[in-house]
């Protein structure tokens, strides 16, 4: 048997055992398990303790997360467009989830990731978005009536603090909003932090200069100039070839290539000699003919870099997701709670529409490209 599949077969049972043998304490709410514990309170209370500190660094978390959501509902409308006019042909938006394998691949619509990554993710990007509810919470003076972990669909597992949502009510606007908006602000700090740390000491210690060829057509420019795989690039048109820690994360030779136009002669030096060749272009698309990788020089440390880039990019959507303005969520909150103090009554019906529209133009996302 696949040694991956064992070691989550046998997670899985450990959890089935531990949920078997605390039934008494369990809650289930349809496809939810909850465990409810006051067991953290002294913890909460304990890092909320500089009140005055907490107040202003969430503070800023409000307006940090209010520029989200305005970005994240221009990017949700100007993409939704372009998939309107066909200008995007395939999927924008994935699901997320676990599969026994160490491997990701990704379907249309989809994306499968390993399951201990998962269970990573979840514990880095949860932890603190719940952790920072609990917190800001205290600083207001609102009670927590409970902390726990749930398990969703019976093994996709999570984790909650559950504020006194009477003691939240009573509460002024700005606190309700540093409440709201303290979760997506967590995800965001855990994001930066991750990248900054990747970025500064992770990356560097794994990658040598260079950038290899991973693959070249046979039925390219490059390969009849004599480019072929496995080759060491270090200069593409006399710019030093090297992969930045942005780029993996993004797109390798992007700095390599700046400047470059359409039917001009690219020169590639490698360890291997200089090659020179005019990439195909197909209307103002080039085609390169080949592709690299980054030049590792520790490829044991791969596994944890994947790992890591992954933690940001999703503490990123999620905290994207979470700020939208649609019921339920954070920003459905925080958006009900302004505009309801910006137009009295009409407040409410102007965040329900927008909640409705929000969620549609998300749901379009997922499903626009396969009718475009």
């Known amino acids: 048997m696949d040694v991956y599949l064992l070691s989550v077969l046998v997670f899985l049972a450990l959890v089935a055992i531990a949920v078997f043998l605390d039934r008494k304490n369990i809650e289930i709410k349809g496809p939810v398990l909850m465990r409810r514990t006051k067991r953290f309170f002294s913890v909460i209370e304990t890092l909320s303790a500089p009140k005055r500190a907490w107040k202003i660094l969430l503070t800023f978390g409000i307006f940090l997360s209010v520029l989200l959501m305005i970005y994240g509902l221009f990017v949700l409308s100007t993409t939704a467009v372009k998939i309107m006019k066909g200008e995007i042909g395939g999927p924008v938006a994935f699901v997320i989830v676990p599969a026994p394998s160490p491997d990701v691949s990704v379907g249309p619509g989809y994306m499968l990731i390993p399951f201990w990554f998962w269970i990573v993710l979840v514990a880095v990007i949860l932890v603190p978005h719940e952790l920072f509810h609990g917190i800001a919470s205290r600083v207001e003076g609102v009670k927590l009536k409970s902390v726990g972990v749930l398990l969703l669909l019976f093994f996709l597992p999570g984790a909650f603090v559950e504020p006194s949502e009477r003691s939240i009510k009573r509460k002024p606007v700005l606190s309700k909003l540093r409440i709201y908006a303290a979760g997506t602000f967590a995800n965001i700090l855990v994001a930066f932090a991750v990248f900054l740390f990747v970025s500064t000491f992770v990356w560097p210690s794994a990658v040598s200069p260079g950038l290899v060829v991973s693959a070249v057509d046979n039925s390219s420019e490059a390969y009849m100039a004599g480019l072929r795989e496995g080759m060491i ?44 060749f005019v990439p195909e272009t197909n209307s103002t698309k080039i085609y390169l003919g080949f592709a690299v990788s980054p030049n590792f020089r520790n490829e044991s440390l791969f596994p944890f870099i994947k790992l890591l880039t992954m933690i940001w990019v999703f503490s990123i959507a999620v905290g994207m997701i979470n700020i939208l303005p649609i019921k339920f969520l954070d920003g459905g909150y925080i958006a009900s709670e302004i505009l309801e103090k910006l137009f009295g009554t009409h407040g409410k019906r102007i965040s329900n529409t927008l909640s409705a529209l929000t ?14």
């Open 233 to 276: 690039i270090t200069e593409i048109n006399n710019r030093t070839a090297s992969a930045e820690y942005s780029e993996f994360s993004t797109h390798l030779l992007s700095k390599e290539l700046r400047g470059y136009k359409p039917n001009q002669t690219l020169t590639v030096k490698t360890l291997n000699g200089t090659f020179s």
């Open 359 to 372: 969620l549609f133009l998300l749901v379009f996302l997922f499903i626009g490209p396969f009718f475009s």
